[in-house]
């Protein structure tokens, strides 16, 4: 069964003009949709989609240049061929400017140049569909990357925001620690020294303390060994130095990331003389 997958619709006022030109596309792939006038070829447009038009010029009521102006304006996807046996340049520009015409055949015509004018129109009919269509799926992707563009720009500011906020909060960690009056010492998973503040030399020779160095060429001892039990254990450990005024407590920090050292007076009253030092 032979599928139509494009039509023709033919408008002229004489029947025998409709007649020879369902006789010349009787073989071909293409639907004949016929109508005797302007009027009815607009309610044949109605009922199906079309995409070639030839189209009688002179008719009477509506010409065929005014039913292929409303015709560009209510279909303007359609190719529209004008016929005519008057050899009339204005009628002509007429039919062009106002119909956009696609092609202009004087009539009577050649059977076989007119059929390839219809194949010509049916492949130009094609590549507008298809441009449009590439035109619409350009638009969108150009909305979608509109969006996620926005969205990128949105993100990337609320992350500038979130670690400048964090960076921020470091800094102010940063000044804490540095004026606490204990001594603390950061140490990474690796066994790395990676933080020491500016007390530590209250507690410990600074001159044995160096960032990333690792805290067993540092550390001696009981205090080694309190400070490898809470890395190697993830557990909160502490221990008096043996001075009895000095205490130490290892604190295992979240998702196994080392551990925090801090170094304080077990006499509150010794804070006061360490106060007066630090300012």
Same mark, same amino acid.
């Given at each position: 069964m032979q599928i139509n997958k494009y039509a023709i619709l033919c408008v002229d006022d004489e029947r025998n003009v409709l007649r020879s030109l369902k006789r010349l596309f009787f073989d071909t792939?293409?639907?004949?949709? %016929?109508?005797?006038s302007g009027e009815e070829g607009l309610k044949k447009l109605e009922e199906r989609e079309i995409q070639v038009i030839i189209s009688d010029y002179r008719m009477p009521g509506m010409n065929g240049v005014s039913f292929l102006s409303k015709v560009k304006d209510l279909y303007p996807g359609t190719i529209r061929i004008v016929l005519s046996g008057y050899a009339d340049v204005a009628s002509i520009v007429d039919a062009i400017n106002e119909g956009h015409i696609y092609k202009f055949i004087a009539k009577p015509w050649n059977d076989q140049d007119l059929i390839s004018t219809v194949q010509r129109a049916i492949e130009?009919? /094609?590549?507008?569909k298809e441009n449009s269509l590439l035109i619409e799926k350009l638009q969108e992707t150009n909305i979608e990357l509109k969006e996620l563009s926005e969205n990128l720009e949105k993100k990337v500011d609320e992350r500038t925001r979130d670690l400048e906020n964090k960076n921020r909060a470091l800094e102010v960690a940063h000044k804490i620690l $540095?004026? =606490? @009056?204990?001594? !603390? !010492?950061?140490?990474?998973?690796d066994e790395m020294i990676v933080y020491i503040n500016r007390h530590i030399n209250h507690y410990i020779d600074m001159n044995a303390l160096s960032l990333g160095e690792s805290y067993k060429s540092v550390f001696k001892d009981k205090v080694l060994e309190t400070i490898s039990k809470s890395l190697e254990e993830k557990t909160l450990s502490h221990m008096v130095l043996e001075n009895n005024e000095v205490s130490l407590i290892c =604190? @295992? +920090? @979240?998702? /196994?990331?080392?551990?925090? !050292? %801090?170094?304080?007076? =077990? $006499? @509150?009253? /010794?804070?006061?003389? +360490?106060?007066?030092?630090i300012q």
């Open positions: 792939e293409y639907k004949i949709v %016929t109508a005797e130009h009919f /094609k590549l507008q $540095n004026y =606490l @009056p204990v001594g !603390v !010492v950061g140490i990474d998973s =604190l @295992p +920090l @979240p998702d /196994k990331a080392g551990i925090i !050292v %801090t170094f304080g007076l =077990l $006499n @509150p009253d /010794k804070y006061e003389e +360490l106060f007066d030092e």
